[in-house]
């Protein structure tokens, strides 16, 4: 979707249902994958993306143009506020069952089991999680809501530079976790069978 | 690298590469990269339930199809310029701008003291003022009793004026078109007035009452014989114009100008009285004696002082006839009397000291 299009069907969605479901079609996945990552639990996560398009619904004739892809950064922020507000009430990050986990998308991953896949979601999750508060955010909304760094400092109001260098750092500490906990993990099971 | 946020060529890498790792699906490296962890932690993207997002579309679809019908033409047109007009940072500043001058401006036209200067200043002016809104009322009004009423042998006639208490408050939020000081307001029975370019310190002139022209061209026919007066002699023929000139400060204080223009003699004699606050008017009657000239003023006892209008003889005195018709002595009512330009003048006011009426009396614009 170019930037020509979306001001179109932008302009068009509070009155026209397709111009919406466009929109809808296009961010959903997006939005969806981020609010996962940050709240874990289906339930959750389900709740708060459907608020999140109420929201945006309701004010979407109060937005403004501010630059080519100010509108991602427009429905992002409207769900980072909900979710900020739904954490402030949970207090913790929470460890969520496996059965009230999200399923993975199949794309490029062998066709594993379910349950793989939500190990894998887990996994990665609590990986995140225990990064700094920012670092999180960056790496969530840069991997899962496929906004770009000029999108996210406009979000969290700070450099588009500083995003760049928290992704970085952030990936680098995440990745050190990873090799030192579960690839040592699995090749210490490999071993010993 | 002194600053934390600086990006060394390895980040600059790496950042290319989760570029081009989200941009496209070359996800396949060693999980023991660096690459190979950016790769994996893209391709491990959360899913939702088919059912959920298909039930969530059609929830929003219907609110939009709901907001279909309400979404008139009108509120069409209030989004459009919001978001391509109303973006635009400088037009916004202009139009934010001249909504506001607008507003002053409109403030300004409102309030009377601003308004001749803001149309001077904007280089038009109101239409020229022939006749003023009457704020005095119920000329030739006789429910002033004099006590003459009593004398069924007399012939008077009674010229009274009433005007509302209030005048101020009328002039300044009804916005009732007022005299300018050393202007000549032409008047509706030919005359002119001279307005007085002097007034005391909070004070202003609010209106004129001017004599009807019917009644001067038919020589003030005498009303006598229908008069509480109640017989008496016919009053004798005469060409009288009297016009006054009204004003007052915030607290509705009067300050009085009469101007009287008769021709020759006469031989009337004039009670000037003050029924209350808002009825004064005079009581004209035929002089006895037959040297009496022009206008006779007929005062109580007191003081009557000469004093100066600029060369001028003229003379000053307390007091007036109240309703009962009873000659009031107190210094509450301040008087000047003087001639100038064929016309006398009358001028009093309440509490205001000889300066205060010879300042008035001197600046009367010259013919």
């Known amino acids: 979707m170019n930037i020509d299009q979306e001001k179109e069907w932008l302009a068009r969605a509070p009155e026209d249902p397709q111009a919406f479901k466009r929109l809808y079609d296009h961010y959903f996945p997006r939005l969806y994958a981020y609010v996962s990552y940050r709240v874990g639990r289906v339930q959750d996560t389900e709740d708060l993306v459907a608020e999140t398009f109420l929201k945006a619904i309701e004010k979407i004739d109060s937005f403004e143009w501010r630059h080519k892809n100010s509108f991602a950064a427009w429905l992002f922020s409207i769900a980072r506020n909900l979710i900020s507000n739904f954490r402030r009430q949970e207090q913790r990050w929470e460890t969520v069952p496996l059965d009230e986990s999200p399923n993975l998308q199949a794309r490029k991953l062998l066709p594993e089991d379910v349950v793989m896949q939500k190990e894998k979601f887990q996994r990665l999750r609590k990986l995140i999680g225990t990064l700094t508060p920012r670092q999180q955010e960056i790496i969530t909304l840069r991997f899962f809501g496929g906004l770009r760094n000029q999108e996210i400092a406009e979000i969290l109001g700070i450099d588009e530079r500083t995003v760049a260098a928290h992704l970085c750092r952030g990936l680098e500490t995440a990745h050190r976790k990873y090799i030192n906990e579960f690839v040592s993990t699995e090749e210490r099971n490999r071993d010993e069978q | ?367």
């Not at chain 2, 509480?228 to 007052?248: E, F, I, K, Q, T």
């Not at chain 2, 600029?310 to 018709?325: D, E, H, K, R, S």
């Not at chain 2, 000659?327 to 009358?346: A, F, I, K, P, R």
């Open chain 2, 1 to 367: 690298m002194n600053n934390k946020h600086e990006l060394t060529e390895q980040d600059q890498k790496l950042l290319e590469k989760v570029d081009q790792i989200l941009n496209s699906d070359n996800g396949e490296c060693e999980m023991d990269s660096l690459y190979g962890f950016c790769a994996h932690l893209a391709s491990t993207v959360p899913q939702a339930d088919p059912s959920f997002r298909q039930q969530l579309e059609a929830r929003l679809v219907a609110i939009v199809q709901q907001r279909k019908p309400c979404t008139t033409r009108p509120q069409y047109l209030l989004t459009w310029p919001r978001k391509s007009l109303w973006s635009c940072r400088p037009l916004r500043w202009a139009l934010t701008g001249s909504i506001l001058l607008l507003l002053l401006m409109g403030i300004m036209f409102a309030i009377p003291q601003t308004r001749a200067v803001l149309a001077a200043w904007l280089g038009f002016s109101f239409e020229q003022q022939v006749e003023l809104q009457p704020l005095a009322v119920a000329v030739l009004d006789h429910d002033w009793r004099s006590p003459l009423v009593e004398a069924a042998d007399q012939s008077f006639e009674v010229y009274s004026v009433e005007f509302p208490e209030k005048r101020w408050t009328l002039i300044e939020e009804s916005g009732f078109s007022t005299p300018h000081p050393g202007s000549r307001v032409v008047l509706p029975n030919g005359g002119d007035f001279p307005i007085p370019s002097y007034l005391p310190p909070g004070y202003r002139w609010q209106d004129i009452a001017a004599m009807q022209g019917n009644l001067v061209e038919l020589g003030f026919p005498s009303l006598a014989h229908q008069s509480w007066a109640g017989g008496g002699s016919p009053m004798p023929p005469y060409n009288l114009r009297v016009d006054y000139l009204l004003g007052g400060d915030r607290e509705d204080r009067v300050l009085i100008l009469a101007q009287f223009q008769t021709e020759g003699q006469q031989g009337l004699v004039f009670q000037a009285f003050h029924a209350d606050e808002t009825h004064f008017g005079l009581v004209i009657q035929p002089a006895e004696k037959e040297e009496s000239e022009g206008v006779v003023f007929l005062v109580g006892s007191g003081d009557l002082q000469e004093v100066r209008v600029n060369t001028l003889p003229a003379w000053w005195y307390f007091g007036t006839w109240n309703a009962a018709g009873e000659w009031v002595t107190d210094n509450t009512w301040s008087n000047l009397v003087w001639e100038q330009e064929g016309c006398v003048y009358h001028l009093v006011g309440q509490d205001l000291p000889l300066k205060e009426l010879i300042s008035i009396a001197t600046s009367l614009p010259s013919k």
